[in-house]
T-cell receptor, first 113, second 116 residues
Framework: GEDVEQSLFLSVREGDSSVINCTYT??????LYWYKQEPGAGLQLLTYIFSNMDMKQDQRLTVLLNKKDKHLSLRIADTQTGDSAIYFCAESSLETSGSRLTFGEGTQLTVNP | GAVVSQHPSRVICKSGTSVKIECRSLDFQATTMFWYRQFPKQSLMLMAT?????????EQGVEKDKFLINHASLTLSTLTVTSAHPEDSSFYIC????????????FGPGTRLTVT
């Protein structure tokens, strides 16, 4: 079945860039997503990328997709303490699973002042 | 962006009782809603897919008689945990697909269920 993997922890200093990485196995993935979860809250959709794109930029966020290596990354520029949260990578495949999302385990981002 | 609400945000109930959790899409119509369960420091586990006007599709290992799902309208899905036990204590999150944009899935704020 589909599998999505992320490193569990990332710690950066305020003002630095953060790069959160994700790998996936489903070659038929159609969309790849990044969600942010703060403590005790639901998931906030940050951005998503269609599988035929290599890059997407939205203000401080840059998503890079290497479809050949099935590798997705999220770069947060000028990381702030308010960016501290868990970041989930997720994928969906319209071909195999419709709108169902497969999530990674989540990366805990800690931003130190 | 689209807003999904859940009610209640927190609930404490006694073992053996039933609890209903509501999930509403506030500014869009959702043909499909999903129910997830999240254990502390873990990822989301999909429990079931709820389509408006039809029976929910449950994931393997999820008891359909214990977790009753009703999706009676395009803006409301409910999850009822029947005869709750302490092991049902968890964070339950719903999500909804905007019918006009099938690839965007919006999540509710979650419901913390504690069964004593």
């Amino acid at each position: 079945g589909e599998d999505v993997e992320q490193s569990l922890f990332l710690s950066v200093r305020e003002g630095d860039s953060s790069v959160i990485n994700c790998t996936y196995t489903d070659s038929s993935s159609t969309y790849l997503y990044w969600y942010k979860q703060e403590p005790g809250a639901g998931l906030q959709l940050l951005t998503y990328i269609f599988s035929n794109m290599d890059m997407k930029q939205d203000q401080r966020l840059t998503v890079l997709l290497n479809k050949k290596d099935k590798h997705l990354s999220l770069r947060i520029a000028d990381t702030q303490t308010g960016d501290s949260a868990i970041y989930f990578c997720a994928e969906s495949s319209l071909e195999t699973s419709g709108s169902r999302l497969t999530f990674g385990e989540g990366t805990q981002l800690t931003v130190n002042p | 962006g689209a807003v999904v609400s859940q009610h209640p945000s927190r609930v404490i109930c006694k073992s053996g009782t039933s609890v209903k959790i509501e999930c509403r899409s506030l500014d869009f119509q959702a043909t499909t809603m999903f129910w997830y369960r999240q254990f502390p420091k873990q990822s989301l586990m999909l429990m079931a897919t709820s389509n408006e006007g039809s029976k929910a599709t449950y994931e393997q290992g999820v008891e359909k008689d214990k977790f009753l799902i009703n999706h009676a309208s395009l803006t409301l899905s409910t999850l009822t945990v029947t005869s709750a036990h302490p092991e049902d204590s968890s964070f339950y999150i719903c999500s909804a697909i905007d019918r006009t944009s099938s690839y965007e899935q919006y999540f509710g704020p979650g419901t913390r269920l504690t069964v004593t």
